[in-house]
T-cell receptor, first 113, second 110 residues
Framework: GNSVTQMEGPVTLSEEAFLTINCTYT??????LFWYVQYPGEGLQLLLK?????DKGSNKGFEATYRKETTSFHLEKGSVQVSDSAVYFC????????????FGGGTRLMVKP | NAGVTQTPKFRVLKTGQSMTLLCAQD?????MYWYRQDPGMGLRLIHY???????AKGEVPDGYNVSRLKKQNFLLGLESAAPSQTSVYFC?????????FGPGTRLTVL
């Protein structure tokens, strides 16, 4: 079956530091890959996505590249802000299975001023 | 355009009580989903629907039932609540590859 593994948190960084959150996946088909963000007390919001190998998703300074050869989709940002503090979820969607999302366990990011 | 809404936002039940969570979307999406979120476990799929009148089991369906009588609504029912069902429940809908999530329902079963 499908599965997603992401680095455990919490990740604590100082403002303007470089961020990497690792994500690897296992899938039987050709999934789409996503990063969702959850701010405290809120639901999940789509941050970025990539639908095929070598695609790069980007949004709000965050980037992730779909690497089929390493089955990875690592999230990066060059300079984090306090407002980026949240829980980040890596996920995949298999079109052959009702487009349902399979999530990783989530990584809490804390950015200190 | 409200997106995905969930009712109620919070609920406390006693063991054995029943309740229904309502999810509504106004985006004309075909697919709808119910997930539960537990600490350290991400989100796990309970049930999903690929269209009006259809439902299917997800990863953790036991103890839950669902109905999709109207395209815009997806109901999640707990017939006899148990403490293990204490969780935050999220509904989502999608068309294509991207899903839109509701704000969540925090359920506590005593």
């Amino acid at each position: 079956g499908n599965s997603v593994t992401q680095m455990e948190g919490p990740v604590t960084l100082s403002e303007e530091a470089f961020l990497t959150i690792n994500c690897t996946y296992t899938a039987t088909g050709y999934p789409s890959l996503f990063w969702y963000v959850q701010y405290p007390g809120e639901g999940l919001q789509l941050l970025l996505k990539a639908t095929k190998a070598d695609d790069k998703g980007s949004n709000k300074g965050f980037e992730a590249t779909y690497r089929k050869e390493t089955t990875s989709f690592h999230l990066e940002k060059g300079s984090v802000q306090v407002s980026d503090s949240a829980v980040y979820f890596c996920a995949l969607s298999d079109q052959g299975a009702g487009n349902m999302l399979t999530f990783g366990g989530g990584t809490r990011l804390m950015v200190k001023p | 355009n409200a997106g995905v809404t969930q009712t109620p936002k919070f609920r406390v039940l006693k063991t054995g009580q029943s309740m229904t969570l309502l999810c509504a979307q106004d985006m004309n999406h075909e697919y709808m989903y119910w997930y539960r979120q537990d600490p350290g476990m991400g989100l796990r799929l309970i049930h999903y629907s690929v269209g009006e009148g259809t439902t299917a089991k997800g990863e953790v369906p036991d103890g839950y039932n669902v109905s999709r009588l109207k395209k815009q609504n997806f109901l999640l029912g707990l017939e006899s609540a148990a403490p293990s069902q204490t969780s935050v429940y999220f509904c989502a809908s999608s068309y294509g590859t991207s899903a839109v999530f509701g704000p969540g329902t925090r359920l506590t079963v005593l």
